[in-house]
T-cell receptor, first 114, second 112 residues
Framework: KQEVTQIPAALSVPEGENLVLNCSFT??????LQWFRQDPGKGLTSLLL???SQREQTSGRLNASLDKSSGRSTLYIAASQPGDSATYLC?????????????WGLGTSLAVNP | NAGVTQTPKFQVLKTGQSMTLQCAQD?????MYWYRQDPGMGLRLIYY???????DKGEVPNGYNVSRLNKREFSLRLESAAPSQTSVYFC???????????FGPGTRLTVL
């Protein structure tokens, strides 16, 4: 059974720091891995999606990597800003079926301090 | 485009009461999902609908029913609410074979 773990559970950094959020999964037979952002009291917004055949994806100051063999993904945030404060969740999608279900981590709560 | 909308935003029920959470999307997506999010438990799938006319159980379906009314709308019903159903409920949708799910803003439900 696929399990997704995110470390650390919470992170507080000063503005301008580069930071890395970690996500690990137990079953390497994934179809893709996604990173989402959740603001307090709001829904989730997809940030980056990495297909199983890819190694990384980039969007602006965000870079996500995927290493299936080690069961790990990282989300790198460059030059962090207070507006990056949110909870970041990763989710792994299984290979079976046309309607792939997501297995979610518990998230990393990020606070970027001015 | 409104994306995925959910009503109501907040609701307080007494144990045993019933209610229906509404979800609609205007992105012509085929697949729709209902999740609940609880502290320390993360997001858990309640039910999903791969296409209009089909529904399937997810990880935690007990105590819930769903209806895929048409391609746009997917409702979640609590027939007899229990305190254990206090949670934040999210609806999401995606296109066939698509992987990025688009989420609504959530419904915060408290059952007393």
């Amino acid at each position: 059974k696929q399990e997704v773990t995110q470390i650390p559970a919470a992170l507080s950094v000063p503005e301008g720091e580069n930071l890395v959020l970690n996500c690990s999964f137990t079953d390497s037979a994934i179809y893709n891995l996604q990173w989402f952002r959740q603001d307090p009291g709001k829904g989730l917004t997809s940030l980056l999606l990495i297909q199983s055949s890819q190694r990384e994806q980039t969007s602006g100051r965000l870079n996500a990597s995927l290493d299936k063999s080690s069961g790990r993904s990282t989300l790198y945030i460059a030059a962090s800003q207070p507006g990056d404060s949110a909870t970041y969740l990763c989710a792994a999608s299984g290979v079976a079926g046309n309607n792939r279900k997501l297995i979610w981590g518990l998230g990393t709560s990020l606070a970027v301090n001015p | 485009n409104a994306g995925v909308t959910q009503t109501p935003k907040f609701q307080v029920l007494k144990t045993g009461q019933s209610m229906t959470l509404q979800c609609a999307q205007d992105m012509n997506h085929n697949s729709m999902y209902w999740y609940r999010q609880d502290p320390g438990m993360g997001l858990r799938l309640i039910y999903y609908s791969a296409s209009e006319g089909t529904t399937d159980k997810g990880e935690v379906p007990n105590g819930y029913n769903v209806s895929r009314l048409n391609k746009r709308e997917f409702s979640l019903r609590l027939e007899s609410a229990a305190p254990s159903q206090t949670s934040v409920y999210f609806c999401a949708s995606t296109w066939p074979g698509g992987d990025t799910q688009y989420f609504g803003p959530g419904t915060r439900l408290t059952v007393l």
